[in-house]
Nanobody, 126 residues
């Protein structure tokens, strides 16, 4: 099982931006449904954004219009651009390579099989 590696987390003031990255040497995303999940203190893990192998994207209502998921297949890297961050976005963010299809399944919180990263912390300050 391959361990994905997230980076780009940190602390930012409300209204600010961060860009998360996810990759692993030699790992290829072309056959996977990719997603970003997040887990806030005291809450369960939820899907934030997903991107399917055909480029179709889906977003949770809470982040729609503020977050953008993308991938660079030449670099085998997944990104999550997060703009207009809010304190309620504070969470540990995880990337995942999921089996199956449908970016909306990630938003529904599902990721069958696949590989996960260890997470990166995002803290949004008032």
């Amino acid at each position: 099982q391959v361990q994905l590696v997230e980076s780009g987390g940190g602390s930012v003031e409300a209204g600010g931006s961060l860009r998360l990255s996810c990759g692993a040497p030699g790992y290829t995303y072309k056959d996977y449904l990719m997603g970003w999940f997040r887990e806030a203190p005291g809450k369960g893990r939820e899907g934030a954004a997903g991107i399917d192998i055909d480029g179709t994207t889906s977003y949770a209502e809470a982040v729609k219009g503020r977050f953008t998921i993308s991938q660079d297949k030449t670099k085998d890297t997944l990104y999550l651009q997060m703009d207009d961050l809010k304190p309620e976005d504070t969470a540990t963010y995880y990337c995942a390579a999921c089996l199956g299809r449908g970016a909306d399944t990630v938003v529904a919180g599902r990721c069958a099989g696949g590989d996960w990263g260890l997470g990166t912390q995002v803290t949004v300050l008032l």
